[in-house]
Every structure is written in structure tokens, then in C-alpha cells.
């Protein structure tokens, strides 16, 4: 059986090192990659989340935490951090990232407040999507609001971390 293939929003993330509720179980799905039983991965855009964030001392360990994950590519976009044409990012096309766009965030405008936060969840989605990946993991609303959509369009799951363990012991008929 091929590994199930596990991709970590910058949400989910960010709920594991706050030791939130929905943090117990990705550390559990991070304890599967550690184990081998699953591949799991961030999408390169985590870096650019993680980078606006405003305390220095927490941005620089993060960062530096965020390295042990492997990096599936995103959308390509020269003005953001880690994002390079020597990297696993990838050029869009405009329609394919529209359509997108207007699934996730309908009517998104450039003067939204939120607009560079929206833009790189959209890129962690689409990043998951081209990589043909099976979990997408985040703890972030929009992404949940519009996962019966997304699977439609794209048949690329949207898991909360709770949902994704209770699919994978599953997937493995509860083997454990």
C-alpha cells in the first residue's frame, strides 16, 4: 500500500507549537511521518506565513522549526520570501488560479485588508492540489466552509487534524 500523503496548512502548524486542542493531533499525524506510515509535507508558502509574523524571537525559531518538514511547491511569486525560480515553485496560470480564488474567497479585491494572507492560503491549497496529494490538513474555516466545493472541483480532500487521523486509522483498519 502507497504511503498516504499528508500536507500541513500553516494553520495546523501553528496549532501544534500553540499546543491548541486540534495541536495533540497533529503532533500524532507528525509521530505517523516520524514513524514512516506517512508522507507528510508543507506546502513552500508555510515560510511566507510564517515570515510576517511580527515577534521576531517566535518568527526565527519557527522558521528554523519549520525546516524538518519537506516542501511540496506553490505558486510562484518573486515578491515573497522563499519562493524562488530554483525552487519547487511553479508558474499558474491565471484561470486555473481565478477559479480557485473565487471558490475560496469570492470577490477578493487587492484593497482587502487580508488580501496577502488569502492570496498564500489560496497558494497552499493549489500547492496541495497540483501535487496530487490525499490530506490537506488546516484548522482555518474558509478552507473547511468550502471543502464539499473544493472536493468537487478539484477531488482534493479537506481535512480538520481530528478528521484526518480518524481517516488514516481507517485507512489502515485501526493497525495501530
Same mark, same amino acid.
Given at each position: ?6 500536507? %500541513? /496548512? ?14 495533540? =493531533?497533529?503532533?500524532? &499525524? &507528525? ?9 507528510? =509535507?508543507?506546502?513552500?508558502? =508555510?515560510? =511566507? ?12 525559531? #519557527?522558521? #528554523? ?10 505558486? %510562484?511569486? +518573486? ?9 519547487? /515553485? !511553479? %508558474?499558474?496560470?491565471?484561470?486555473? !488560479? ?6 475560496? !474567497? ?8 487580508? @488580501?496577502?494572507?488569502?492570496?498564500? /492560503? &489560496? ?12 490530506? +490537506? ?5 474558509? +478552507? ?5 466545493? &473544493?472536493?468537487? /472541483? @478539484?477531488?482534493? #480532500? ?12 481507517? %485507512? ?5
Amino acid at each position: 500500500m502507497r504511503k498516504p500523503t499528508v500536507t %500541513l /496548512d500553516t494553520s495546523a502548524i501553528i496549532a501544534y507549537w500553540k499546543r491548541e486542542t486540534q495541536g495533540s =493531533a497533529v503532533q500524532k &499525524i &507528525i509521530e505517523y511521518e516520524e514513524g514512516g506510515r506517512i508522507n507528510l =509535507a508543507l506546502v513552500t508558502r =508555510a515560510v =511566507a506565513d510564517l515570515a510576517r509574523d511580527k515577534d521576531i524571537v517566535r518568527k526565527k525559531r #519557527q522558521l #528554523q522549526e519549520v525546516k524538518r518538514f519537506p516542501a511540496i511547491g506553490s505558486t %510562484l511569486r +518573486f515578491d515573497t520570501p522563499g519562493s524562488t525560480l530554483n525552487g519547487p /515553485d !511553479f %508558474l499558474v496560470d491565471k484561470k486555473s !488560479f481565478n477559479r480557485l480564488k473565487n471558490i475560496l !474567497f469570492p470577490g477578493l479585491a487587492r484593497n482587502d485588508k487580508d @488580501y496577502i494572507r488569502k492570496i498564500y /492560503d &489560496i497558494d497552499h491549497l493549489w500547492g496541495h492540489i497540483r501535487a496530487g496529494r490525499s490530506f +490537506f490538513v488546516t484548522t482555518d474555516r474558509h +478552507f473547511l466552509n468550502k471543502k464539499e466545493e &473544493i472536493v468537487k /472541483d @478539484y477531488c482534493s #480532500q479537506i481535512y480538520t487534524p481530528e478528521d484526518c487521523l480518524e481517516e488514516l486509522e481507517k %485507512l489502515w483498519g485501526k493497525t495501530q
